[in-house]
């Protein structure tokens, strides 16, 4: 599990995180179209799913991916909707990732 401080919330609602996506990957060991788990506390119940994709319009409307940003940054968005309030998260707040069991 990586924890990650919110960076940013952009006007669409999208997460910006405070790590660029390729280490993000690397410490989870993950690729292109894998799945990963998400939630904003370490218990066991809050965990959604989100796709590694390349851009958000990569998952089904109302589903999370995570990808590379514009600012190079990892950043989780939610097709159609904000993640940010998907998550209830707001800028200085932490995300814990995982790889999906």
């Known amino acids: 599990t990586v924890a990650v401080p919110v960076f940013y919330i952009d006007s669409f609602g999208n997460i910006i995180l405070s790590t660029d996506i390729k280490s993000l990957t690397r410490a989870l060991k ?14 066991s119940s809050g965990w959604l799913r989100a ?9 089904k409307p109302g589903e999370l991916a995570i990808y590379e940003g514009s600012l190079g940054l990892a950043e989780i968005a939610v ?19 995982r790889k999906a069991q």
């Open 30 to 43: 993950l690729k292109l179209g894998d799945i990963i788990e998400v939630s904003t506390n370490l218990t």
């Open 51 to 59: 796709k590694v994709a390349r851009t958000f319009s990569e998952v």
């Open 79 to 97: 097709n159609l909707s904000a993640a940010s309030k998907t998550l209830g998260v707001s800028t200085g707040d932490t995300i814990y990732l």
